[in-house]
């Protein structure tokens, strides 16, 4: 079945930055989205910032023009970029993906939404 495997949370002081990897494995499978979700806290999980294999992205307001998703299909990769890091921007970060999963040769693929255990990342002086 098909994993995800994040990396690159930690602690880092508030505007610094900080890069966020999530590489996808097991099986036979194609994206069809990727991206990250995050929750702080005592509160619920979160858009982050989400792209489509055919290129289209979307980010809550709250990263817009600081967090940077980038999504390599080649390497079934997503990064995620986060500059001029906030106190609010700390939260439990989990990367989530639609993937097209082949389950028996000769049938069509079926979608599946897969989660990352998460990764942590603190903004505090």
């Known amino acids: 079945q098909v994993q995800l495997v994040e990396s690159g949370g930690g602690l880092v002081q508030p505007g610094g930055s900080l890069r966020l990897s999530c590489r996808a494995s097991g099986g036979l499978f194609s994206i069809d989205n990727m991206g990250w979700y995050r929750q702080a806290p005592g509160k619920q999980r979160e858009l982050v910032a989400t792209?489509?294999?055919?290129?289209?992205?979307n980010y809550s307001d709250s990263v817009k023009g600081r967090f940077t998703l980038s999504l390599d299909i080649t390497k079934d990769t997503v990064y995620l970029q986060m500059n001029s890091l906030k106190p609010e921007d700390t939260a439990v970060y989990y990367c989530?993906?639609?993937?097209?999963?082949?389950?028996?040769?000769?049938?069509?693929?079926?979608?599946?939404?897969?989660w990352g255990q998460g990764t942590l990342v603190t903004v505090s002086s």
């Open positions: 989530n993906a639609g993937v097209l999963v082949l389950i028996t040769p000769g049938t069509p693929y079926k979608y599946r939404e897969v």
């Open positions: 792209s489509t294999s055919g290129g289209v992205t």
